[in-house]
């Protein structure tokens, strides 16, 4: 009995480390990376930024050429009219 608790004990960040990595992996929410491979067949909505300056958080929310929906956030750097600079 010891020995299966020992054993339980060691597995366990094994088995929440792949539990956490799954979860990275099916999440339809995702943070940009420079180089992402992205598979973008028809846009849905981006975010609004007209009225905003400088580096504004952005979702733009897409379907895929397989007709799944996502979500990508990034950051965008806003330099419209109404800035002060312009």
């Known amino acids: 009995m010891k020995t299966i608790a020992i054993a ?38 981006i975010t609004d930024t007209a009225k905003t300056c400088g580096l504004v958080p952005v979702t733009m929310n897409y379907e895929d050429d397989q007709g799944e929906r996502h979500s990508l956030r990034y950051n965008q750097l806003n330099a419209g009219p109404g800035c002060p600079d312009n």
């Open 8 to 45: 339980f004990v060691a597995l366990l960040p094994f088995t929440v480390a792949m539990a956490e990595n799954r979860a990275t992996h099916n999440s339809s929410d995702n943070q940009y990376r420079y180089g992402m491979n992205l598979n973008i067949a028809r846009v849905i909505s």
